[in-house]
């Protein structure tokens, strides 16, 4: 069985809501820099800033989309390193 889980990140929020880093930035009271860090990985939120990106993104973006993934991606289809995990 495979299980597929999609996050809404800042870069795909932004990019779906057609908002500029600019915008976003005006919205959640930060400077632009900081923003674009964010949404390029090369920042991490304080609690209030990401308290403030969930409330202007309406709970799409949350602190779980700014923690970094336990586990590695699957690997590609037909991959012949893949290794099955039997529960």
Known sequence: MTCTLSRMNLANYLAANELTDAAFAERIGRERSFVTRLRTGRATPSLATVAAIQVATNGAVT???FMPTIL???PA?????HHEVLG
């Open 63 to 65: 602190a779980t989309d």
């Open 72 to 74: 590695p991606p699957p």
């Open 77 to 81: 289809p037909g991959n012949a390193n």
